[in-house]
């Protein structure tokens, strides 16, 4: 049922975008229609090879698939096969985060179906849901394999290599720094620092896992792997130089709150060195303190979710995953400036660290009572400022992209 929801109401949002205007796909834009996402580049090469290495293929076949169904045609049914995949990924994600909350943490269906309706409203999820991007199917994988390894330590079962390796090839294989999330989990296998076997076992599945990806990877770059360390750090200082925008303003309004609050806009001239003039959007910085206290809010909870469940290693997965982006993102400053568009790589979290919350206080009436009317308040201000900068991109979509 709860698949069935989401799948509609995305589907509704995305097959409306699809067949009313080009936002999704435009062969003429691209990069950077709306909030610095680069469908065309991602749809037709999968992005750049330094930080997307596999994701070609895996865009190869979404391409031919959309193709197929359009007759070769780039035109609305074209982008409607994009939206629907995009909507497919989200709507899946959103089920193995409440199969995490429902079985993992093991909360109420109550709590669980309002936390879910929290993250359904985040601005990541909206915009994913119909962009194809890495970020989209980024986001299923990370939670797919975080579900999955969360229930082998809940077991106390090691993480299997077939899984293992899967999992580095679709993920590092779409963004290479997610790579690392995935090893995350194999820390805290049960035994695993008192038994040499255990811990033998451990590097030697890493080994087959980051053998196996950087085989596949280096047979895409026919083996010149100094092409990619050369191409990383022109990618490194073209995204990480420093804006005008203040540097906490751009951590915490697009990092943290860009990904669940939707702030107000900034229309931008842009081209493509062809010719052809476009308008951008971007997101703006917040402009009232309302979405400060927001987003403050949020983080409230999310770290004293942490602190109050110190000693849970699934726990620690999450957090240590979590710090990973705040490190590249905040700390490097690589795109900083628009990170606003990398929530499916880490806002998963927020969600999960939210039920742990819960669980904390699951035999305390009271504070599960306060905590159920706080998520409420913040639920109904999420959904009221999100539906409205919704309609606020409509008008964009209906001035500039008919």
């Known amino acids: 049922m709860l698949f069935l929801v989401f799948i509609t109401v995305y589907g509704i949002l995305g097959t409306y975008i699809a067949l009313n205007y080009r936002i999704i796909f435009d062969d003429r834009i691209p990069w950077d229609a709306y909030f610095s996402f680069d469908n ?36 609305e049914t074209f982008r409607l096969v994009l939206a629907w995949c995009s909507n497919l990924a989200v709507s899946l ?9 429902k079985n993992i943490v093991q909360l109420p269906k109550t709590v669980s179906l309002l936390i879910l309706t929290f993250f359904a409203l985040f601005t990541t999820t909206i915009l994913l849901s119909f962009s194809p991007e890495t970020y989209t199917y980024t986001l299923l994988f990370l939670v797919l394999f975080n579900y999955y390894a969360a229930l082998k330590l809940k077991k106390e079962e090691k993480i299997s290599g077939a899984a293992l390796t899967l999992a580095t090839v679709s993920v590092a ?27 033998g076992s451990a590097v030697l599945r890493t080994i087959i896992a980051v053998g196996v990806f950087v085989l596949l990877f280096l047979y895409r770059l026919n083996f010149n792997f100094m092409r990619f360390l050369s191409k990383s750090g022109e990618q490194y200082d073209k995204f990480s130089k420093p804006k005008v925008t203040p540097l906490w303003d751009m951590v915490y309004s697009w990092f943290f709150g860009g990904n669940m609050l939707f702030p107000s806009y ?46 849970n290693k699934l726990v620690q997965i999450l957090m240590i995953s979590f ?23 880490f806002i998963f979290v927020v969600p999960l660290m939210m039920g742990w919350l819960f669980y904390g206080y699951r035999n305390s009436p009271k504070m599960l009572s306060f905590l159920m009317v706080s998520v409420s308040v913040l639920l109904f201000y999420l959904g009221m400022n999100n539906i409205m900068r919704l309609e606020e991109f409509f008008v964009f979509l209906e001035k500039y992209y008919r």
């Open 323 to 345: 710090l990973v982006d705040i490190a590249i993102h905040c700390i490097l400053k690589f795109g900083l400036h628009t990170s606003y568009i990398y929530g499916g790589h």
């Open 93 to 101: 994600s959103l089920i193995q985060i409440y199969k995490y909350l």
């Open 173 to 199: 294989g779409l963004t290479v720094t997610n790579g690392v999330k995935v090893f995350i989990p194999l820390l805290f296998e049960t035994g695993l620092f008192k038994s040499w076997k255990k811990f």
């Open 40 to 75: 065309r580049a991602i749809v037709m090469t999968g992005g750049g090879f330094e930080r997307h290495p596999l994701a070609n293929y895996f865009f190869d076949w979404i391409r031919e698939l959309a193709l197929l169904i359009s007759s070769g045609k780039k035109d």
């Open 266 to 311: 900034v229309i931008r001239d842009y081209h493509n060195k062809k010719g052809f003039q476009y308008k951008a959007l971007f997101m703006d910085v917040y402009s009232s303190a309302f979405p400060y206290i927001f987003v403050g809010a949020v983080l409230v909870l999310v770290f004293w979710s942490y602190f109050k469940n110190f000693k």
